[in-house]
């Protein structure tokens, strides 16, 4: 069963950057697309972005295309989120999330490992 440990939330200033990461361990990690899901209190958790098992391929959603770079580091099990010019409608708890496939799905049916969350705060 994989394990799936994110982190580098916190609170940022509008227009600044944060890159989170997510470690996943016990599961071969270059096996699985990997993507990230965000969540506010009382909406339902929404795509922000995913990653084939090779990179090749990614999604994001269009909130967040052009702002955010999603990347991963096979040889360190690692999945990332470079998010730039944040905005304050971009807080949220981020979610890490492993495919059920290769491929880099969109839908939360499409994943089926989920990390805990951290937390990104956009405010002056």
């Known amino acids: 069963q994989v394990q799936l440990v994110e982190s580098g939330g916190g609170l940022v200033q509008p227009g600044n950057s944060l890159r989170l990461s997510c470690l996943a361990s016990g599961s071969t990690f270059s096996n699985y697309g990997m993507g990230w899901f965000r969540q506010v209190p009382g909406k339902e958790r929404e795509f922000v972005a995913s990653?084939?098992?090779?990179?090749?391929?990614?999604n994001y959603a269009d909130s967040v295309k052009g702002r955010f770079t999603i990347s991963r580091d096979n040889t360190k099990n690692t999945v990332y989120l470079q998010m730039t010019s944040l905005k304050p409608e971009d807080t949220a708890v981020y979610y890490c999330?492993?495919?059920?496939?290769?491929?880099?799905?969109?839908?939360?049916?499409?994943?089926?490992?989920w990390g805990q969350g951290t937390l990104v705060t956009v405010s002056s």
């Open positions: 990653v084939s098992w090779s990179a090749y391929v990614s």
């Open positions: 999330a492993k495919g059920r496939t290769l491929l880099a799905g969109r839908e939360l049916s499409a994943f089926d490992s």
